[in-house]
Nanobody
């Protein structure tokens, strides 16, 4: 069983930055792609960014150039650096393990989510 624990969310003004972390348990981490998703109130969960087991990355158009995903396999942790935040980035952010990198589908494991609120 894989467990994912997100942290780093909070309240920030527009234009500010936050870094989210997702700590994973189990040796599955290093062989799996990881993803970040978000869900705003009343909306469906949407994909934000992904990183392959080899370190390749891709992003949703809405965050490209502002967000950076990275991973530290030694720490079993994936990060999401979010810069130039906008009010529309406000959402609960979820970490996903086992992301199907080539197909763009989520894996089976989700964290509990961390709230990001961007004030205007």
């Amino acid at each position: 069983q894989v467990q994912l624990v997100e942290s780093g969310g909070g309240l920030v003004q527009a234009g500010g930055s936050l870094r989210l972390s997702c700590a994973a348990s189990g040796s599955i981490f290093s062989i799996n792609a990881m993803g970040w998703y978000r869900q705003a109130p009343g909306l469906q969960r949407e994909w934000v960014a992904a990183i392959s087991s080899g370190g390749s990355t891709k992003y949703a158009d809405s965050v490209k150039g502002r967000f950076t995903i990275s991973r530290d396999n030694a720490k079993n942790t994936v990060y999401l650096q979010m810069n130039s935040l906008k009010p529309e980035d406000t959402a609960v952010y979820y970490c996903n393990a086992g992301f199907r990198y080539s197909l763009g589908y989520p894996g089976d494991y989700w964290g509990q989510g961390t709230q990001v609120t961007v004030s205007s």
